[in-house]
Nanobody, 129 residues
Framework: QVQLVESGGGLVQAGDSLSLSCAAS????????MGWFRQAPGKEREFVAA????????YYAASVKDRFTISRDNAKNTVYLQMKSLKPEDTAVYYC??????????????????????WGQGTQVTVSS
């Protein structure tokens, strides 16, 4: 089992920055690719960003590319999502997820939420205009 706990959400204004953290416990963190997903009210959950086991490869949704940065610290069992130039449309509950994706997996796999077996409880990010 892997337990994931997100933190860092809050209320910010458009154009501000915010950083989310996701602390993992349980099985070896470095065995898992990590992803961030979000769900806005009345919408389906969507992929935001993902990072490979080693941190050497990162993937982003087009809507957040160049504004968000995903990183991980395997020594601290933590994955981060740095968000800048936030927009009201970024308002959502943000979830981190862990998936046993194989090394060298094709990029499209990282955005598929069914590939992730462990999920956090989510943290709310609200961006006011």
């Amino acid at each position: 089992q892997v337990q994931l706990v997100e933190s860092g959400g809050g209320l910010v204004q458009a154009g501000d920055s915010l950083s989310l953290s996701c602390a993992a416990s349980g099985r070896t963190f470095s065995r898992y690719a990590m992803g961030w997903f979000r769900q806005a009210p009345g919408k389906e959950r969507e992929f935001v960003a993902a990072i490979s086991r080693s941190g050497g490869s990162t993937y982003y949704a087009a809507s957040v590319k160049d504004r968000f940065t995903i990183s991980r610290d395997n020594a601290k069992n933590t994955v981060y999502l740095q968000m800048k130039s936030l927009k009201p449309e970024d308002t959502a509950v943000y979830y981190c997820a862990a998936g046993a994706l194989p090394p060298g997996a094709q990029s499209g796999i990282y955005s598929a939420e069914e590939r992730y077996g462990y999920w956090g409880q989510g943290t709310q990010v609200t961006v006011s205009s």
